[in-house]
């Protein structure tokens, strides 16, 4: 029996995670949307929303998800209407809504099983497993020194060099982190050359972990950039091209030779650890390294916080936050099994 299960592709902005996000998209049972960006803040305001076993709340949370400007639901090709309907006749939990919008896309495509993209769910583990306690998390890992390269040419990206390595770091730490604690069949990662240079085989062994049977497709991701790849996100330019291994290594001529020094000197002991070479590049300026560590005091700080307020939210939720949306929730719930017709037409 295949899975319903929903999954999450995460990793460092700028890993490839909109590459492999096709991948899975062309696969002919899941559907992994362009970033839809209501996820986070909707969960940090979830108090506002009240009770989800309510259908008016239910109907005010998918409104604001389907009408908000910086919600992007208008990029998923849906109804406005049919979604709001869909979430107010669906189960009464805060993911049952949220994870609503992500059903009705695969149904648009006429597809069993949903997903969802986002480089910064690394760090939101935690939430989105209390919200989707059944997810699967896939996590991007790609050299350092690349991504730092490419996040200082993104016209999004405001921090500087020095952030961008707080960044990866981060990245990769939160994903140690979940790789131990997350329960077996949840957690998976593979690096970006790996998935580049031979994507059939990892694409296989990742539909393994999945369960589901490889589909070609998945190596022809260019095929479908053209409807899950909002035209105005040039920097996505390459997934409307063959997968290639080309975009690997640029680091060394597009960072200056004192980032390359403090990349390899604060990440360094990172990078061997997923199999990247170090260049011997020479020892970092000690300003460029206390600038980095004050870019991580300054990340951990702000995170921390937002978690701490959290925590307090917890204690005064309004009503229940597992979604209850695939078999497996639903059986836990002593709800019956669903059946079949869509709720959304494409």
Not at 106 to 113: D, L, S
Request: proline content about 6%.
């Amino acid at each position: 029996m295949h899975s319903d299960r929903p999954v999450f592709v995460i990793g460092c902005p700028r890993s490839g995670t909109t590459m492999l996000q096709l991948m899975l998209h062309s696969h002919p049972r899941v559907a992994v949307p362009p970033e839809t960006r209501f996820l986070v803040p909707a969960y940090f305001s979830r108090r506002a929303y009240g009770d989800m076993r309510l259908a008016d709340n239910r109907r005010r949370l998918a409104g604001w998800i389907a009408e908000g400007r910086t919600t992007k639901f208008h990029e998923l090709g849906l109804s406005r209407p049919d979604f709001v309907q869909a979430a107010m006749l669906g189960p009464g939990s805060f993911g049952s809504v949220i994870g609503m919008v992500f059903k009705c896309y695969a149904e648009r495509f006429g597809k069993p099983r949903w997903g969802d993209k986002r480089p910064s769910y690394y760090r939101h583990v935690e939430m989105l497993m209390r919200l989707f306690p059944d997810a699967q998390f896939v996590h991007l890992v790609r050299d350092g020194r690349d991504c730092v390269a490419s996040l200082k040419q993104m016209p999004w990206y405001k921090e500087d060099a020095v952030h961008a390595m707080a960044n990866w770091a981060e990245a990769v730490d939160f994903g140690r982190r979940n790789a131990r604690r997350l329960p077996d069949g949840t957690f998976y990662e593979l690096r970006y050359e790996d998935l580049t240079a031979d994507p059939e085989t990892e694409l296989k062994k990742l539909c393994v972990f999945l369960g589901e049977d490889y589909d070609p497709a998945m190596c022809e991701p260019r095929h479908v950039a053209e409807l899950a790849v909002p035209r105005h996100k040039v920097w996505h330019s390459n997934t409307h091209e063959e997968v290639t291994t080309a975009h690997s290594g640029k680091w060394a001529a597009r960072l200056e030779s004192w980032e390359i020094s403090l990349c390899e000197e604060v990440l360094g002991e990172r990078l061997t650890a997923y199999g990247y070479e170090l260049s011997g590049a020479r020892k970092a300026d000690r300003d460029h390294v206390g600038a980095y560590k004050a870019a991580v005091s300054k990340r951990r700080t702000a995170r921390q916080r937002k978690y701490n307020r959290d925590r307090l939210t917890r204690l005064r939720e309004p009503g229940p936050i597992a979604a209850l949306l695939t078999e497996g929730q639903r059986r836990l719930a002593g709800l019956p099994q669903q059946r079949t017709p869509e709720l959304l037409r494409a």
